[in-house]
């Protein structure tokens, strides 16, 4: 079993991991969708659909180095295409409409109380491939939880996994690599954060597969509960 004696502070990823992305997203999709009668996608294929695309526009964003657009963008962009890809017109005023839910994403129910149990231990900060005022609003309103830090990949100009977001981070806590542990339920994070020197605990919600690499995570967990039990 894992030895996290030397943990100080848990990074959090936010949008996935913290936040629950797809039901909070589905049911503005579905509503979106409603005005668009012919067309045959569900809400949650749409989501899969847009979810993909959105992460291989961070990927390129990060790989072609043309300046760092932001996580908002990469979003706008990915609905840009997957509307298309589902013979949808994708008018200003459509994108507009789809893109609203993001304001109203909501937290896995278990969240709060494992971050309230966790507090007790380590510092709780989230690292996040999210812009700074958007985290800002999520953490404030969304989340509605007082963490010791939020830090933006905006700072590096590049997407997690890039190794450059996972020091700088642990440079900004003045910590030691080996002082931090990401916790996502991404498992490209987790990869990234362990080639980095970090600790890694995957929040395997999506019961997905984990890479094959030798970046394995220190801990897999199926949710924040397991997540307490196994740090604590």
């Not at 509503?31 to 979810?51: P, T």
């Not at 900060?125 to 989340?143: A, K, Q, T, W």
């Not at 996502?184 to 080639?195: K, L, Q, T, V």
Request: with cysteine.
């Amino acid at each position: 079993m894992a030895n996290f004696t030397e943990t100080k502070v848990l990074t959090f990823d936010l949008f996935g991991t913290v936040l629950d992305l797809g039901g909070s997203l589905t049911p503005f999709i579905g509503e979106s969708l409603e005005a668009h009668a012919a067309v045959d996608v569900s809400a949650d294929e749409f989501w899969a659909q847009w979810r993909y695309r959105q992460r291989i526009e961070q990927y390129q964003d990060t790989i072609m180095m043309l300046g760092h657009s932001g996580y908002l963008e990469t979003v706008r962009r990915a609905l840009h295409y997957t509307l298309r890809r589902n013979g949808i017109h994708a008018s200003s005023d459509t994108v507009q409409k789809f893109m609203q839910g993001w304001q109203q994403l909501s937290p896995f129910p278990e969240v709060l109380a494992a971050l309230s149990q966790l507090q007790s231990r380590y510092r709780l900060v989230v690292l996040s491939n999210g812009d700074p005022s958007f985290l800002d609003y999520l953490v404030r309103e969304r989340v509605a939880w007082d963490f010791d830090a939020v830090i933006s990949v905006t700072s590096v100009g590049a997407f997690k996994p890039h190794p450059a977001v996972y020091r700088a981070a642990a440079g900004q806590l003045e910590l030691e690599v080996n002082e931090c542990l990401m916790v996502s339920a991404n498992s490209f994070d987790i990869m990234g954060a362990r080639a980095c020197g970090y600790g890694g605990a995957f929040v395997n919600r999506y019961k997905l597969p984990y890479e094959d690499t030798p970046y394995q995570p220190d801990v897999t967990v199926r949710d924040f509960t397991e997540l307490t039990e196994a740090l604590l």
